[in-house]
């Protein structure tokens, strides 16, 4: 309405109170969806095992080792393996 009439320029900090009155909800719907996601993370992390953890980290430092391992190798030894 303020727009549409012009008056937006004559009022000035009404139409910005307008304006931050109206984008306050959203805003706190993204820090609500943030604050959940660093929850779940969290989460995560602290029920990793420490051999996930382990096992990671060495196939990130040995990753030299790892690029000379074919993708079929793995696939034969997971398809090899017994189902529990």
Known sequence: M???TN???TYRDVYLL???VLILPVTTSVERVFSAMSFVKNKLRNSM???FLIDSLFTFIEKDIFLHVSDE???RRFQNMITR
């Open 49 to 51: 095992g420490d051999q």
């Open 2 to 4: 303020l727009v549409e």
């Open 18 to 20: 307008l304006k931050l």
């Open 73 to 75: 190798s793995v696939l």
């Open 7 to 9: 008056k937006h320029n």
